[in-house]
């Protein structure tokens, strides 16, 4: 909890409607250790999505995409509220493409993401095995 007095007692930053100029929300503005604890929680968040399978990542997709769906009318409001583009813009550009996204990641994360094969064009480097290997 002390993170949470540090973000207040560093102030606040406005957010508005560029198009109203309309107040949406202020958020605070974090200190220079509150940064650092968020940094090394997200070296651990890394840690323990790198030890997830893909069919674990498969489902957190999938949920990340009901949610979504879920709360569609939300945040298409509050992404027209935070960039001042029309609602339907927002649906359109925003939260169609990024459903798109997540279904299919989910469908071919494991595809794209294995290993392959990077052939040499150096013929004096032919007896060399070289791999393109994606890690979190």
């Known amino acids: 909890m002390a993170a949470e007095s540090q ?11 560029p198009a109203t100029l309309e107040l949406v929300g202020a958020v605070s503005i ?8 968020a940094v090394n929680e997200a070296r651990i968040a890394h840690e323990r999505w790198r030890a997830t399978t893909f069919a674990e990542r498969r489902a957190l997709l999938g949920r990340a995409a009901e949610v979504l769906l879920d709360n569609l009318d939300d945040v298409a409001a509050t992404i027209t509220a935070e960039t001042g583009k029309p609602l339907v813009e927002s649906f359109t550009s925003e939260l169609i493409v990024s459903l798109d996204a997540l ?5 071919n994360a494991e595809t794209v993401l294995r290993p392959e094969r990077v052939p040499t064009a150096q013929p004096l480097l032919r007896h060399k095995r070289g791999w393109l290997v994606y890690e979190p």
């Open 30 to 37: 974090a200190t220079p250790e509150a940064v650092q604890e």
């Open 7 to 17: 973000l207040v007692d560093a102030g606040v930053l406005e957010v508005r409607n």
């Open 103 to 107: 279904v299919w990641l989910g469908r």
